[in-house]
């Protein structure tokens, strides 16, 4: 459960991980923007096949890819449904069922299509920069970038505070199953309502004792970042190569009518 959210595979060594953080994140913005902007699935579809032929490169470990993708491929895969099922569009007769008519439309198939190779080339982009980049030094470029402070230091503490949650969560439902708390559905359902709720309010506490902890210590805003080295050329042409990589993969897919 922790994997999946700490910077354990951000702290490997290798090609990413030692990639400037203001490069990765200008790189991913521009990736993100132009999956976006694409008006035909192939090249969502291709930034999310390069995303993951990078994570497997750096060798992120199949299971904790699925767990993190399974919820963007579970929304892609429903916008696919709803669009192709939408009232108001032509639609082809797909079966019969119980003496109802089963029917979908093709063009609204073809839009589930695109909005779903978004919804996949984004996720995959963003996902792979957080494989590959280390919270601490995610939080120190978006002030680099001057993205609100506010802002900045409350992912900081909601980051911080994902991990004592967890361990409570973890701690309730270890006592849970102890007790035979999920035996069987009704019992489960009941449990697990009952964590939910537990951990919504130790969320609550938690964040009351930090804000008075914060106030005794004198915190009246701002918070110190990492220290970044002023950009150098090589970063600049990193940005530049991948940019151009990224328009060169826009247009083939533009042209090739995908």
Not at 53 to 74: G, H, Q, Y
Not at 245 to 250: C, E, N, T, V
Request: proline share 2%; glycine share 10%; hydrophobic share 55%.
């Amino acid at each position: 459960m922790f994997e999946l959210f700490s910077d354990l595979f951000a702290l490997r060594d290798n090609a990413f991980t030692r990639m400037d953080v203001r490069v990765k994140l200008l790189i991913t913005g521009i990736g993100i923007f132009a999956v976006i902007l694409s008006g035909n699935a192939a090249f969502g579809i291709l930034m999310f096949a390069v995303s993951v032929s990078c994570m497997v490169a750096v060798r992120i470990p199949l299971k904790i890819m699925l767990i993190r993708l399974a919820l963007p491929l579970a929304m892609a895969l429903l916008m696919v449904v709803i669009k192709s099922f939408l009232p108001g569009l032509g639609k082809d007769i797909l079966f019969h069922f119980a003496g109802m008519e089963i029917a979908a439309s093709g063009d609204g198939f073809r839009d589930g299509i695109l909005v779903a190779s978004r919804v996949m080339g984004a996720s995959g982009i963003a996902l792979l920069l957080g494989f590959v980049t280390p919270a601490y030094q995610l939080f120190a470029g978006l002030g680099w970038f001057r993205i609100s402070s506010a802002w900045v230091e409350l992912a900081m503490m909601t980051y911080r505070y994902i991990f004592v949650l967890l361990e409570v969560a973890s701690e309730m439902a270890a006592a849970q199953r102890v007790r035979l708390g999920y035996a069987g559905w009704s019992r489960s359902l009941s449990s697990f309502s009952t964590l939910a709720g537990g951990v919504v309010l130790r969320s609550a506490e938690q964040a009351t004792s930090t804000h008075e902890a914060m106030l005794a210590r004198g915190y009246c805003g701002g918070t110190g970042y990492t220290h970044l080295h002023p950009p150098r050329f090589r970063d600049f042409a990193l940005v530049f190569v991948a940019s151009a990589l990224i328009a060169s993969g826009y247009f083939l897919c533009k042209s090739g009518g995908m």
